[in-house]
């Protein structure tokens, strides 16, 4: 995807702080070479705390410099204004259509913001960086090379393949995504009741994804399944069919799992990529349904703590869908619409983030 006052970059690992220049207080071995002006426009004032943000580089004159400039497409950075080296990770790095992701934790998103991506020379970026998810329990891209597995950037909950076949690989909301049309899931095991990653607990809960819908398969297709399916079951679901789209959750204790959702009539259309996510507010004892950051439906839950034994499937072989899946999230933070609205207007909208031309420093 997608001036000048002097920067100063504390790179990692050391003391040294460089300037755009070149210079350096003592010591200095690397530089980088080039950078990006990345503008932000939130698309409202509300302060979104640590907001991780999708830089995509479009094939195109950045991605091309990114790739003459660097040695292995990784010695990237991004600071702020003022010089504030910001956690990131890199996704993707040109293959297999050129493009280069990557993630950053902005720590405050509240109006219109500037950032650098430096590059060049330096250190290079991690491939997974948990410190880029705060209040995040797992984060699945789907970026790695083996469709068996699904990383999570936190390290602790990796997929595996199910059923069937694993879901093949197809082009993604941001990288790579996967492809689900015959029954294939990938199973994340749940650690017991002391893992508290996956959980909503006594505490509050969003789960979240992005999803390209190419039919409705049947009454519930899933892609996403932690149990909360029945009353009896605790945990949460998304339950996508031909008659309603819901995100449920159960407390494992009642009569029937409760589900916010709307009818098939007001489903969005298919064959383009929609963000749902779940909201579970534990204070409130509210689950809320969203598609797309706006509030489609929300209902009273019965009680807490909402806790799973069951391993999580992304996309669940018992109930298939034809879909691709991208993007999969679970955080521990009642997620406001404003937050949700500013995760889909990332990777749909250019207007939100503009990529300057490579300036050579």
């Known amino acids: 995807m997608r001036g000048t006052p002097l920067l100063l970059i504390a790179l990692a690992g050391c003391d040294t702080v460089f300037g755009l220049d070149g210079s350096a207080d003592a010591g200095a071995s690397a530089v980088y070479s080039h950078r990006s002006t990345i503008t932000v ?10 907001f991780p ?6 094939a195109g004159d950045v991605a091309t410099s990114i790739a003459a400039e660097t040695t292995t497409g990784r010695e990237i950075q991004f600071s702020l204004e003022d ?3 910001l956690d990131a990770e890199l996704e993707q790095i040109g293959q297999p259509d050129g493009r280069v992701v990557a993630w950053v934790r902005v720590p405050m998103l509240a109006k219109p913001t500037t950032l650098y991506m430096l590059y060049g020379r330096g250190p290079e970026l991690a491939r997974r960086n948990a410190s880029v998810w705060r209040d995040y329990g797992a984060v699945w891209h789907f970026e790695n090379d083996d469709v068996g597995t699904a990383r999570d950037s936190l390290g602790d909950h990796d997929a595996s ?38 959980q909503a607990n006594t505490a509050d809960l969003t789960f979240e994804l992005w999803l390209r819908t190419y039919s409705l398969v049947g009454e519930a297709d899933m892609p996403l399944w932690k149990g909360g399916s029945s009353g009896s079951q605790g945990g949460y679901d998304f339950e996508l069919g031909l008659h309603y789209w819901l995100a449920c959750a159960s407390d494992g204790a009642s009569a029937s799992a409760i589900c916010a959702g709307i009818p098939a009539e007001r489903v969005p259309a298919l064959g383009s990529w929609r963000h749902l996510a779940g909201v579970i507010d534990g204070a409130r004892l509210l689950l809320t349904f969203y598609i797309d950051g706006g509030e489609q439906d929300n209902q009273s839950l019965t009680g807490l703590p909402i806790y799973s034994g069951e391993a999580m499937d992304l996309g669940r072989a018992d109930f298939p869908m034809d879909a691709d899946l991208d993007e999969v999230r679970i955080s521990h933070v009642a ?14 909208d250019p207007a939100f983030l503009t ?7």
């Open 41 to 50: 426009h939130p698309p409202s004032d509300d302060v979104l705390a640590d």
């Open 53 to 58: 943000l999708g830089v995509v580089v479009p």
């Open 83 to 85: 010089g504030t080296v």
């Open 161 to 198: 393949v199910t059923a069937n076949a694993p879901p093949a690989v197809s082009d993604g909301v941001a990288g790579p995504a996967r492809r689900y049309t015959n029954g294939e899931g990938l199973h994340v095991i749940d650690h017991g009741a002391s893992d508290a990653a996956l």
């Open 335 to 348: 997620r406001s619409s404003a937050w949700l609205r500013a995760e889909t207007l990332n990777l749909t």
């Open 355 to 361: 990529l300057g031309s490579p300036e050579p420093l």
